[in-house]
């Protein structure tokens, strides 16, 4: 069964400073990968995709990711962090079959330090 | 307009009550979907429409019931509430039925049952 992994439940970083949240999935072929933003108090935006193609994509809000399919993982990256990037990041993965499901990594909790 | 919009944004209800909570979106969408947010917890499916008819169930007690109306609105009827059921609910929508992942999300409905 396909699964998603998010190591880290929570990180803090300074302003300015760089961030990378990490994401393991599992599952047997290639994958659809994504990962999500939840501000407090506020719905799921999505950052970026992963289909297929370059395995750096680029995302809204100045953030990347990488796939690698050796590591089966799906980084998420931003050079410098900013004080309103402070929320709740998830990596999920879309399953195959007729009725495709997102499959959610548990979340990484991000808070900035001024 | 790339928005869904969720009402009410709060609700506080009994748990002999009934209630709905409304999603709208104007993008277009093929697809609509309701997932049950915990807090500090990824979202979890409760239902999708495709083309207006119900595609997927994720095994959802019959205390919520879901409609859609047209592709435009999608409506969950609440009866006979637990108090487990407090969550965030959150409407999604997608461009296609058949599931692509790329969802988007309203800001939710913070449903309190006491």
């Known amino acids: 069964a396909q699964s998603v992994t998010q190591p880290d439940i929570h990180i803090t970083v300074s302003e300015g400073a760089s961030l990378e949240l990490r994401c393991n999935y599992s599952?047997?072929?290639?994958?659809?990968l994504f990962w999500y933003v939840q501000s407090p108090g506020q719905g799921l935006q999505l950052l970026l995709k992963?289909?297929?193609?370059d395995t750096l994509v680029q995302g809204i809000k100045g953030f990347e990711a990488e796939f690698k399919r050796s590591q089966s993982s799906f980084n998420l990256r931003k050079p410098s962090v900013h004080w309103s990037d402070a929320a709740e990041y998830f990596c999920a993965v879309m399953n195959a079959g007729n009725n495709r499901k997102l499959i959610w990594g548990l979340g990484t909790s991000l808070a900035v330090n001024p | 307009d790339t928005e869904v919009t969720q009402t009410p944004k709060h609700l506080v209800m009994g748990m002999t009550n009934k209630k709905s909570l409304k999603c709208e979106q104007h993008?277009?969408?093929?697809?609509m979907y309701w997932y049950k947010q915990k807090a500090k917890k990824p979202p979890e499916l409760m239902f999708v429409?495709?083309?207006?008819?119900?595609?997927i169930n994720e095994s959802v007690p019959s205390r919520f019931s879901p409609e859609c109306p047209n592709s435009s609105l999608l409506n969950l009827h609440l009866h006979a509430l637990q108090p487990e059921d407090s969550a965030l609910y959150l409407c999604?929508?997608?461009?296609?039925?058949?599931?692509?992942?790329?969802?988007?999300f309203g800001e939710g409905s913070r449903l309190t049952v006491l």
């Open positions: 993008m277009g969408h093929r697809a």
């Open positions: 999604a929508s997608s461009q296609k039925g058949g599931g692509t992942g790329e969802l988007f």
């Open positions: 599952y047997g072929a290639t994958p659809y």
């Open positions: 992963y289909f297929s193609g």
């Open positions: 429409y495709s083309y207006e008819k119900l595609s």
